[in-house]
């Protein structure tokens, strides 16, 4: 499974962003898919995951109420919309992949992406 991310940049504090992860490779769309992020000297940290049917999903408590994560099996893809980012919010941002759970911890999932940057300037 190959994932790429897309969709990451600079925005102002309490502006919004949409990333992308697009998948390719068998079983793409039939496990869960996360998003992760680490910022500069920081553990990495969950963001959200979304089951394969996008019936079931869980949030960080960071992000809980600004975030949403959906998916477009169809289209092989996960979205991540970030609404009322905040400067704490800058990091490079990871899709994940390959979970059968719905997991907040990164050693579920086997395949990650290479990472997008995302920075909220104040």
């Known amino acids: 499974v190959r994932l790429v991310e897309s969709g990451g940049g600079l925005v102002q504090a309490g502006g919004s962003l949409r990333l992308s992860c697009a998948a390719s490779?068998?079983?793409?769309?039939?496990?869960?898919t996360g998003w992760f992020r680490q910022a500069p000297g920081k553990d990495r940290d969950f963001v959200a995951a979304?089951?394969?049917?996008?019936?079931?999903?869980k949030y960080g408590d960071s992000v809980n109420g600004r975030f949403t994560i959906s998916r477009d099996n169809a289209k092989n893809t996960v979205y991540l919309q970030m609404n009322s980012l905040k400067p704490e919010d800058t990091a490079v941002y990871y899709c994940?992949?390959?979970?059968?759970?719905?997991?907040?911890?990164?050693?579920?999932?086997?395949?990650w992406g290479q990472g997008t940057q995302v920075i909220v300037d104040s």
């Open positions: 979304i089951s394969s049917n996008g019936g079931n999903t």
């Open positions: 994940a992949g390959g979970s059968q759970l719905l997991s907040p911890w990164g050693k579920y999932y086997p395949y």
């Open positions: 490779g068998p079983a793409s769309s039939r496990s869960v």
